[in-house]
């Protein structure tokens, strides 16, 4: 049972334009949502969360809207940077302190 | 502070030997996952513990499969008569009781042969 659902398996944009990357879930009890990013090789690496008592939050580049109706976030990348091309996870964290990943995005950013 | 250490990096076992994965948590951390990354997909749990105690193995196949997490020492991830189709990256992750991200490690490829 796919809790957190990313229906994009890939994404490209070019440098300086925004990537908006969606994420649904299902599960009405989770308290947190993050977005890891991962690079090939290497482990997934924290990027930016949310609450779910929240709608938005912003960390430089990266900002993550929740709209809790819809069960739906999105993590958007303004400018965009070829460094940012990466595998991007949202996970959704319940009560319970457990962790539910998506399959992931592929963003490429093109130059 | 050292991040999450995973050992090996790479394994390569034959089919029908025994894997074993090591997971040490950053220090002050006491929650361990681990998730199966199978080449193509996304990130899978697996199972999720505290010290001494395996809080949901929802994720982990019924036989073969097992994982602990002791009082003292890293958390194991064993894989019993290995086949081909557990080739894949196994990632941990760790956090410390009541924060919100976890901190992943490298990661250890499985290759059986």
């Known amino acids: 049972d796919q809790q957190v659902k990313q229906n994009s398996p890939s994404l490209s944009v070019q440098e300086g334009r925004i990537s908006i990357l969606n994420c649904d879930y299902t599960?009405?009890?989770?308290?947190?949502f993050l977005w890891y990013k991962k690079y090939p090789a290497e482990g997934p690496t924290f990027l930016i969360s949310?609450?779910?008592?929240?709608d938005k939050n912003e960390d430089g580049r990266f900002t993550v809207f929740l709209n809790k109706s819809a069960k739906h976030l999105s993590l958007h990348i303004v400018p965009s940077q070829p460094g940012d091309s990466a595998v991007y996870f949202c996970?959704?964290?319940?009560?319970?302190?457990?962790?539910?990943f998506g399959t992931g995005t592929s963003l490429t950013v093109i130059p | 502070n050292a991040g999450v250490m995973q050992n090996p990096r790479h394994l390569v076992r034959r089919r029908g030997q025994e894997a074993r994965l090591r997971c040490s948590p950053m220090?002050?951390?006491?929650?361990v996952y681990w998730y199966r990354q199978l080449p193509e997909e996304g990130l899978k749990f697996m199972v999720y513990?505290?010290?001494?105690?395996?809080?949901?193995e929802s994720g982990m196949p019924k036989e073969r499969f097992s994982a602990e997490f002791p009082k003292e020492g890293p958390s194991i991830l064993r894989i019993q008569q290995v086949v081909r189709g557990d080739s894949a990256a196994y990632f941990c992750?760790?956090?410390?009781?009541?924060?919100?991200?976890?901190?992943f490690g490298q990661g250890t490829r499985l290759t059986v042969v």
């Open positions: 599960n009405s009890m989770f308290d947190y």
């Open positions: 220090k002050g951390h006491s929650h």
């Open positions: 992750a760790s956090s410390p009781s009541g924060w919100v991200e976890a901190f």
């Open positions: 513990l505290q010290k001494e105690n395996i809080i949901d």
């Open positions: 949310i609450s779910s008592i929240k």
């Open positions: 996970a959704g964290i319940n009560t319970g302190n457990q962790f539910y």
